[in-house]
């Protein structure tokens, strides 16, 4: 998720799609103005390539709603009004769920005619959907929280926080305390969070939004025993990411728009080989055998065989997409996403085909209620999905909260999977 206006959650806010500006990944990348015209954003350039990039993808990609969404996106951050609004109305005529009123990328389009109607369709194909409930919460106000996992032993959930740089640990009647306590060990803010299967440790991805990002590593106890930084040439934003059953450590990089592996025995990282340039990755998940790696981006899900390196684009079907999932999760041969990259986010379940190719049904769990403000990631907890609802990422900017009146208590809301 790139900066036209949006977020690698908590990361920044340029101006894609929400879940690009979940997308850890960016830095405000706003039209200047210089003596009342629109300069040109100092990402022109590679604003530009990559619609050249999606463009020469499309005439045999499978979700061209979620290309025309970019494109528009795109358009819009360079300030190019008219063939912005000309590939939104592509995209909404496909009626794949995408939104566009809930993306900041396109708040200055509010209020016209053409816009207006885009909308109006788009939210008339896809009605509003609620099965969700708030289940734990706490009253720290100005976490801007990003990731969420489990831990089945100690029958607690991990928070992470990109404001205040820290852990915490809720237990499911909603008691809060510190796992990793703020800035004892100088973290950068803290996205993505996993518990190792094989020990109970703990991992995660922190970023700036500059670009500096360090893989961390606890202990079961929340004391830092290993901190690990990609690779140069940078800027790299790890966002999200999933351990094998051998610790090995797959990460997305919004920044970077790349994945990269992580080999606890060597302390080295490497890049995954994809068919496709990736476009902001953010969620990322393995099924149960370790065989299979998904990873998501602005352009949809990408299915990974570890084993013989192959991989293709998992096919939603007509009037679906996978796009901009900032979080991504396996079940029951079923893709779990909190989509934040199509507008007004949503929580889907893809159940897959038997041979992971292709969504062969789609179940919107959460849709354009005040559960789906601003989710970012949650985690399978049996056969209920829980998920931050309103992580307040939108109000983070250079690191500093624009609005403080704006910040509620954090809410975390569960739903039964199919």
Known sequence: MRSFSFLLVGAVIPALPLSLALCPCFGQLQQEEVRGSPAE????????????????????????????????????HLGETLDALSNLKKCVDLQEGFDPSGDPAFAGLQGSHDFDSLVEKAQRDFRPVSHARVAVWTDERDLIPYGLAWDSQKNVFYLSSLNRRKIIQLTPDS???????????????????????????????????????ELLHFDSSGNLIGRFSPPHPGPHTLNDLVITARNEIF??????????????????FSKLTLHRPVFYPSGIALDPEGNILF????????????????????????????????????R????????????????????????????????????????????????????????????????LLNNMIRD????????????SLP
């Open 175 to 213: 008691h809060a305390s510190d796992f990793v306590a703020s800035a004892r060990d100088h973290l950068l803010p803290v996205r993505g969070i996993r518990v190792a299967p094989s020990d109970g440790t703990v991992w995660a991805a922190s970023s700036t939004q500059e670009g500096e990002s």
């Open 332 to 395: 029951a041969a079923s893709l779990i996403a909190i989509q934040n990259g199509i507008g007004s986010p949503r929580v889907a379940a893809f159940k897959l085909s038997q041979d992971g190719s292709r969504v062969s049904h789609t179940t919107i769990l959460e849709y354009r209620t005040t559960l789906t403000s601003s989710p970012t990631t949650g985690v399978i907890r049996g056969s209920d999905f829980y998920f931050i609802t309103n992580s307040h990422t939108d109000n």
């Open 295 to 330: 990873l998501a981006d602005s352009l949809g899900v990408i299915r990974v065989n570890l084993a013989d390196g192959s991989d293709r684009d998992v096919d939603p079907g007509r009037r679906n997409t996978l796009a901009g999932a900032s979080g991504l999760y396996f």
């Open 404 to 415: 403080p009146t704006q910040l509620e208590p954090v809410r975390i809301a569960v739903v």
């Open 251 to 268: 990460a997305t990089d919004g920044l970077g728009n790349t994945v990269l592996r992580f080999d606890p025995a060597t302390k080295a």
């Open 41 to 76: 954003p100092s990402d022109a350039a590679e604003t530009r390539a990559q619609i050249a990039q999606v463009e020469k993808l499309l005439p045999g990609f499978a979700d061209r709603g979620a290309a025309f969404y970019f494109i528009a996106s795109a358009h819009r």
